[in-house]
């Protein structure tokens, strides 16, 4: 065990992507609220140092040199690791587990190390206090996989507690005042939408935005607000405003700062996941999270106890998802307009999804695809358990066990679960999805033996008992 009493400055490592910072923050908050008397530290980009400076549970705040531009040679490489060492930190925690930044930690002296076991190259420095994050368990959230990495210093999630990202009020008030340069009107709801999409996801369609913001305009009078930054983004933005009716307040080039100060004055905010995505929710903002891509599932990257709804369409693709280049427009084209509207207007009476249960139990159902396989002698079970699982929202395929070709029905439909009602073929079943999970990123849960419909704690419950008992 780590000598809880002995540590006395702890170093976060989290230099990484927006999000995955900003969903460390109820880990941060819980080491503090245990330990107060640890100097906590947090290495991040200068990027994410500009979102986390005003966090009153971060005590400092030391920027990757890496990410800082200021590593160019081997010599450089040294200078940044007798920096650390001068810091004298007693243990490291690494929510971000990259080789190189593993390791500059290590030669640094700091001698405790809690990260991911699973990763075998790091599995020398994290042997000994380092948890096995089965990453393939697609139930769970980023914050509690982040979680899971501090029980060798007795920290446990409590599911209820949001992001709670704050924003200064002199954030509040650049954003108020961009808002009104752009054309923001008094007592109208204000929507924010982020055109923009985070690495490994997909964006919707510009155009199916627009004529998601026409229909709504024909229902509510609202002001929309977008933000481009990146090239793309104000590609798409202008495919988006060409097509729009009625006047776009348009606020490009911000700030990350700016952009906080903008998100904290929506009433609503519409995004793909993203990193300001999870500002918004760690923001308090009510949110339209939109998945188009299968890789990207709610359970693992919704918006975490904030208030929204879910857009996702399961739609049967016979390609890799995502990958690089893809010119398809499948994702987007299933994402329903009418749906987005509606629980727009929900969230502006506000509506949405809110507590640990009931969000457990929409992103299961947003996420999930199960293929159930029967027999002759298991066709009445299996058909009362696909109607069950219909009826909680569950996308249900269901198969006779001798149907041919199952990889490619699993990989065209996302399969997430295989119930094998029939309980045949169990190696042959074996192979198949470990030889799928090529292309579908995780190896299904495959369960080979019936369940009943009447069966207690709810269904999405014991699979993700099923999935925590699952080796590997």
Request: hydrophobic share 40%; aromatic share 10%.
């Amino acid at each position: 065990m780590i000598p809880v009493d002995q540590i006395k400055k702890v170093l976060i490592i989290r230099p990484d992507a927006i999000g995955d910072m900003v969903l460390t923050l109820p880990c941060i908050r819980a080491i503090k609220a245990k330990y107060p008397h640890w100097h906590v530290a947090v290495l991040a980009s200068p990027y994410n140092a500009r979102i986390i400076r005003h966090i009153p549970e971060i005590d400092e705040i030391i920027l990757d040199w890496k990410k800082d531009n200021k590593i160019h040679s081997i010599l450089d490489r040294l200078r940044y690791i007798k920096y650390l060492k001068l810091q004298n930190f007693d243990l490291a925690i690494h929510f971000y587990s990259e080789t190189e930044t593993v390791w500059t930690s290590v030669f640094s002296g700091i001698p405790y190390h809690i990260g991911d076991t699973a990763k075998l190259g790091l599995w020398p420095v994290f042997r000994k206090h380092g948890t096995f994050l089965k990453t393939f368990d697609q139930t769970k959230h980023v914050v509690e996989y982040n979680f899971h990495l501090l029980k060798s210093i007795g920290i446990t999630l409590d599911a209820t507690q949001p992001l709670n990202l704050p924003v200064p009020d002199e954030y509040k008030t650049k954003g108020e005042r961009l808002l009104d340069a752009a054309g923001r009107r008094e007592n109208v709801p204000l929507i924010g939408i982020q055109i923009g999409v985070g690495f490994g996801n997909r964006a919707i369609e510009p155009e199916k935005y627009a004529d998601y913001i026409n229909l709504l305009r024909a229902e509510r009078d609202i002001d929309i607000c977008i933000t481009p930054f990146s090239e793309k983004e104000k590609v798409f933005s202008a495919r988006f405003v060409n097509r729009v009716n009625g006047p776009i307040l348009t606020i490009p080039d911000t700030p990350i700062t700016d952009l906080m100060g903008i998100i904290a004055h929506y009433e609503v905010f519409v995004s793909v996941d993203t990193g300001p995505f999870h500002i918004g929710a760690g923001i308090g903002i009510p949110m339209l999270a939109i998945f188009p891509s299968r890789k990207v599932k709610p359970t693992r990257w919704a918006p975490w106890r904030n208030r929204h709804f879910i857009v996702r369409e399961s739609q049967s693709c016979p390609h890799f998802c995502p990958h690089e280049g893809c010119i398809l427009t499948v994702c987007s084209d299933a994402i329903l307009i009418r749906d987005m509207v509606d629980k727009t207007k929900r969230l502006l009476a506000g509506g949405g999804i809110e507590t640990p249960e009931a969000q457990f139990k929409e992103w299961f159902a947003r996420s999930m695809s199960v293929l159930i396989l029967d027999s002759p002698t298991t066709t009445i079970a299996a058909a009362h358990f696909e109607t069950m699982l219909q009826s909680k929202g569950i996308r249900v395929i269901r198969k006779s066990f001798k149907t041919p070709g199952l990889s490619k029905i699993l990989l065209e439909n996302d399969v997430t679960i295989i119930h094998n009602f029939s309980q045949k073929k169990r190696l042959k079943l074996s192979i198949i999805a470990r030889i799928a999970s090529l292309k579908l990123f995780n190896p299904p849960l495959i369960i080979n033996t019936p369940w009943d419909v009447q069966d207690q704690p709810p269904v999405e419950h014991q699979y993700r008992i099923a999935f925590e008992a699952k080796a590997f």
